[in-house]
């Protein structure tokens, strides 16, 4: 089940962001804090890593993963 995400999060992410390039990685996080395991073909990911990506502009992609994550549904 998904859990939705805090508003505080989401103002805390746009802070956080930078105009440059870089690379990302989008981790699941369980109720405790700690990266969420994927179950995976290979096996499981203790890591929670659902995303590894790069762009010349990092902010962009963040700012538009905030706007889906954080939106109103």
Same mark, same amino acid.
């Given at each position: *089940?998904?859990?939705?995400?805090s508003?505080?999060?989401?103002?805390? /992410?746009?802070?956080? /962001?930078?105009?440059?390039?870089? *690379?990302?990685? %989008?981790?699941?996080?369980?109720?405790?804090?700690r990266?969420?395991? %994927?179950?995976? &073909?290979?096996?499981?990911?203790?890591?929670? %890593? /659902?995303y590894? =990506?790069?762009?010349?502009?990092?902010? =962009?992609? &963040? /700012?538009? &993963?905030?706007?889906?994550?954080?939106?109103?549904?």
């Amino acid at each position: *089940m998904a859990k939705s995400v805090s508003v505080a999060m989401c103002s805390d /992410l746009t802070q956080a /962001l930078m105009t440059s390039s870089g *690379m990302y990685e %989008i981790i699941a996080i369980a109720p405790n804090g700690r990266p969420a395991p %994927i179950y995976r &073909l290979g096996g499981i990911d203790t890591e929670g %890593i /659902l995303y590894v =990506g790069q762009s010349t502009n990092v902010r =962009g992609c &963040l /700012l538009g &993963l905030r706007t889906m994550v954080c939106s109103p549904r």
